[in-house]
């Protein structure tokens, strides 16, 4: 059985700094790209991070500077460092796995597995 498991995530003040955790287990971790996406309350899950094997990482325009997504293949785990949170951060953070196309990294629906994402609340 397939588990991506996030954690990391809590209460911040704006400016301040969280690294999300995403661990993988019951499957091939290195066969996998990884991706980040994020959920605020009445709105649509969105796209944040991605990280493909080769080491490229993709990031949604807001997010670029401030976060870096990176992964342990040693540990079957993949991070998100949050560096200068705003309060617009603010949202349930969730790690999907995929194997689809490469392209459609930003796309939530080629993710074949995904945690049960971690909140992040930063306060302004």
């Known amino acids: 059985q397939v588990q991506l498991v996030e954690s990391g995530g809590g209460l911040v003040q704006a400016g301040g700094s969280l690294r999300l955790s995403c661990t993988a287990s019951?499957?091939?971790?290195?066969?996998?790209?990884y991706g980040w996406f994020r959920q605020a309350p009445g709105k649509e899950r969105e796209f944040v991070a991605h990280?493909?094997?080769?080491?490229?990482?993709y990031y949604r325009d807001s997010v670029k500077g401030r976060f870096s997504v990176s992964r342990d293949n040693a540990k079957n785990t993949v991070y998100l460092q949050m560096n200068s949170l705003k309060p617009e951060d603010t949202a349930d953070y969730y790690c999907?796995?995929?194997?689809?196309?490469?392209?459609?990294?930003?796309?939530?629906?080629?993710?074949?597995?995904w945690g049960q994402g971690t909140q992040v609340t930063v306060a302004s």
């Open positions: 999907g796995a995929t194997q689809g196309v490469l392209s459609a990294y930003a796309d939530a629906k080629t993710y074949r597995h």
């Open positions: 990280h493909r094997n080769g080491g490229f990482t």
């Open positions: 019951g499957l091939a971790f290195s066969r996998y790209n």
